[in-house]
């Protein structure tokens, strides 16, 4: 008998195929990261039903940490996406701690797994007293958190000494009267006309109030300063005392005869000779003729 053929029978073979994803299959939206309510609208608004559950984190509270099934895979309409929410980190209960010493009340912070601040404040309460917290106590606050302590610090009792006058005296006299008052010195040397080793000036005055160990700033003579004598011999008498008391000097005359009218009123010999050093304010001596 003849073979039946595939046009006899009017029937087309099918061939064979992967499953195909169902027509309702819907892509899943990204919402971690975002707050419970807002994952919840969107996932509901693509066409899914959302579970939830909840583990301790220290993401803020009802934060989407992670979605089953992930972002942009294919899921049924309808179907579950679960949805991992953080509760926040574990809340603890701030204990009272005023009154404490600051090592206790560290490590009763530190026993509950907060940390501790330190701030020392001066205060007549015993040294190292927590005399203050924040936050108070009662408060509940998360894992990790600072406590600030307020903690009573030594106060310095703050001495003032009256400044002694030691101007006039020397030098040595001066250092032993400012340390006998509880005071340090400084000195700082300075020419003068008032004599050597002397004290000419102090910072703080005499009857100051000043704390003690504060330093006093002595000014102690090194005597005159030293001045180089002009030569004016061969100048007229008027000329000489001119340059010698610009220079600091006082002129003291000698007058010496002589017969040449060209030298009249001349001086003719000076003592400290010109070019020598001498003290500012001593007295040079000229030796002037005279016509006679």
């Known amino acids: 008998m003849p073979r039946s053929s595939a046009g006899a029978t009017g029937q087309t073979p099918s061939s064979t195929t992967s499953p195909a994803t169902p027509a309702s299959a819907v892509s899943v939206p990204q919402v971690n990261g975002l707050q419970l309510a807002d994952a919840r609208a969107r996932l509901e608004k693509a066409g899914f039903r959302v579970r939830v559950r909840s ?3 220290d993401a803020p509270q009802d934060q989407v940490l992670g979605q089953s099934p992930g972002a942009s895979s294919k899921a049924a309409s309808k179907s579950f996406v679960v949805l ?3 509760k926040g980190s574990k809340r603890v209960v701030v204990p009272s701690l005023v009154g404490l010493t600051a090592d206790a009340a560290s490590r009763k912070i530190r026993g509950l797994g907060l940390r501790s601040e330190l701030r020392l404040v001066r205060s007549s309460e015993p040294v ?3 005399l203050d917290q924040a936050p108070a106590s009662s408060a509940q606050v998360a894992t990790k958190s600072v406590v600030r302590l307020d903690v009573a610090k030594h106060v310095q009792t703050v001495v003032r000494v009256e400044v002694p006058g030691v101007v006039g005296l020397q030098a040595t006299t001066a250092r032993r009267k400012l340390a006998g008052a509880g005071l340090e010195v ?3 040397q300075v020419p003068s006309g008032r004599p050597e080793h002397s004290v000419v000036s102090q910072s703080p005055s005499a009857g100051a109030e000043v704390r003690k160990g504060t330093s006093v700033t002595i000014r102690v003579s090194t005597g005159p300063a030293q001045v180089t004598v002009p030569s004016v011999v061969g100048l007229d008498e008027q000329s000489a005392r001119d340059q010698l008391e610009a220079a600091g000097f006082v ?3 000698v007058d010496e005869s002589t017969t040449d009218p060209s030298q009249d009123g001349m001086v003719t010999a000076q003592e400290p000779s ?12 000229l030796t002037v003729a005279r016509l006679s």
């Open 84 to 86: 991992t929410v953080g």
């Open 128 to 130: 190292g007293t927590v």
């Open 55 to 57: 583990r301790t984190s």
């Open 186 to 188: 400084s000195v700082a």
């Open 274 to 285: 010109g070019g020598t050093d001498a003290p500012k304010g001593s007295t040079v001596v």
């Open 251 to 253: 002129v003291r005359v």
